[in-house]
């Protein structure tokens, strides 16, 4: 027996947000076996994790079920029983054992029937890439009775929305390249739409400082926050800090934002290196290296081409970018960099005497302005007690005033090479910044 009808409960719940500011609070569930056996890593959680927090949905619960009906049908019931928005990514597809659907239509006593308009843009996919249609792909047609059904226009299984007694359902489809253009595009504007006046966040992205140190100087803010609030996000070699604040309009959530970000400028100074979330940190590199006319090259060991490849990532890159060398075997540090061999045997490969020869050999034979060698120890071999694994040096050239810095990583050799980069990037900025600098104060030679 029904005691309230969908209308009652909603604007019982409306009431609730308006009068004691109500935070909605939403459940993510992650469908797929490959997911339980450790076959894929689940990318999708943690996106949807962080766009959620940042329009103002509190997330309590994250759960992977398996293509299992019984399983996923209970694990649903749980999450509707104490969660506003359920969100379910994976097991859309046209197989047998894709029951996400299926078994969400169940659990709210929806039957299913064929969406033309699904059928056509399936059909039509297909057409474009000349690909056969078999049978089984008009299942992804079949939609809940009374759903609101999202355009895939990136693959064959449309999202769909299901409301039920004030809770909301949102069926997403697996594969990322999916998923997040529909969350971005249309599930965020249909969830800010549930919610009171609007939430806007800001990101202050900080680098070339460790999370401890951030957290301790962003400690009495937190402490004290109400609206807005900050959030620290530790990121490889860099931290982002993320200011929300919840009010009427996006005039006065600006509004409210723009002293803590004023705040947290002040605090970190020149290690902010940006406060648009789009910006990333080799994007901030290119972006000042353009702003100054200047050229760069690399030179990597350890790395193996990491670090160039991240610079090449950013659009724009080959206005600056001139060379970049690997140069992992000594042979080649001596070929490709001219440095010399009596060096190597002298300080070894990885020091910081052969990491400013490679930023130095980088420059002279890549004709760069700004040029940066990475030596080190990746691991999980090769170290030793004075040279252990993890140890990286990273010089930085920028036209000839040489910076070299000593790091210590720890992790797998993946981590370690992902770490090395990024400080690398850091370590770039910072040289830019500080030649440029002296110039201005009349320091430099």
């Known amino acids: 027996m029904r005691l309230h009808t969908a209308n009652d409960v909603r604007m019982k719940v409306r009431r609730l947000r308006e009068g004691h500011g109500y935070i909605m609070t939403v459940e993510i569930i992650s469908v ?12 999708n959680a943690a996106y949807l994790a962080e766009k959620c927090a940042a329009i103002g949905l509190s997330c309590y619960y994250q759960e992977v079920v398996g293509d299992n009906e019984e399983r996923l049908t209970g694990i649903l019931q749980t999450a509707l029983a104490r969660a506003d928005v359920v969100l379910l990514s ?5 197989t047998q054992d894709d029951l996400t659907k299926e078994t969400a239509a169940k659990v709210l006593g929806r039957e299913l029937y064929l969406h033309e308009p699904s059928k056509a843009a399936i059909a039509d996919f297909f057409r474009k890439r000349g690909t056969e249609i078999t049978e089984n792909n008009w299942k992804q047609a079949m939609v809940p009775e009374g759903c609101i059904v999202v355009d895939n226009p990136n693959g064959t299984a449309p999202g769909i929305i299901m409301e039920d007694k004030g ?3 949102l069926l997403m489809p697996g594969p990322p390249d999916e998923l997040i253009p529909m969350f ?41 926050q109400s609206n807005p609030t900050i959030a620290t996000y530790a990121k490889t070699g860099e931290v982002h800090l993320r200011v929300t604040a919840r009010a009427a309009d996006e005039k006065e959530a600006k509004k409210l934002v723009k002293p803590y970000v004023k705040e947290l400028k002040g605090r970190f100074g020149n290690h902010v290196y940006t406060t648009q979330e789009e910006v990333t940190l080799e994007k901030a590199v290119i972006d000042l290296l353009l702003a100054n006319h200047l050229t760069v090259g690399t030179v990597e060991s350890c790395t193996g081409g990491l670090l160039a490849a991240r610079l090449i990532n950013v659009p724009g890159v080959s206005e600056v970018f001139k060379t970049g060398y690997i140069t992992y075997s000594n042979k080649s540090k001596r070929k490709l960099l001219g440095i010399k061999k009596t060096m190597l045997e002298k300080y070894g490969a990885v020091s910081p005497q052969i990491a400013k020869e490679m930023a130095k050999g980088a420059a002279l034979f890549g004709k760069a302005d700004v040029t940066v060698g990475i030596t080190g120890v990746a691991g999980p071999d090769g170290g030793s007690e004075e040279k252990p694994v993890g140890l990286v040096y990273i010089a930085c050239n920028v036209c000839g ?3 070299v810095k000593e790091c210590h990583f720890s992790g ?10 990024s400080s690398a990037l850091s370590l770039m900025r910072e040289s830019i910044l500080a030649y440029y600098s002296e110039v201005t104060f009349g320091k430099k030679s």
Do not use: F, W
Not at 90 to 94: A, D, I, Q, R, S
Not at 412 to 421: P, Q
């Open 32 to 43: 797929g076996t490959e997911i339980l056996l450790g076959n894929i890593v689940n990318t």
């Open 90 to 94: 994976g097991g859309l597809g046209p």
């Open 167 to 169: 809770r909301h359902v």
């Open 184 to 224: 971005e595009n249309a599930m965020i504007p249909y969830l800010n739409s549930l919610q009171p006046g609007i939430i806007y966040s800001q990101t202050v992205k900080v680098c070339g400082v460790g999370e401890s140190k951030v957290e301790a100087m962003v400690e009495d803010l937190i402490r004290e």
């Open 401 to 403: 005033r040489i910076n």
């Open 412 to 421: 797998n050799r993946m981590k370690i090479r992902e770490s090395s980069v």
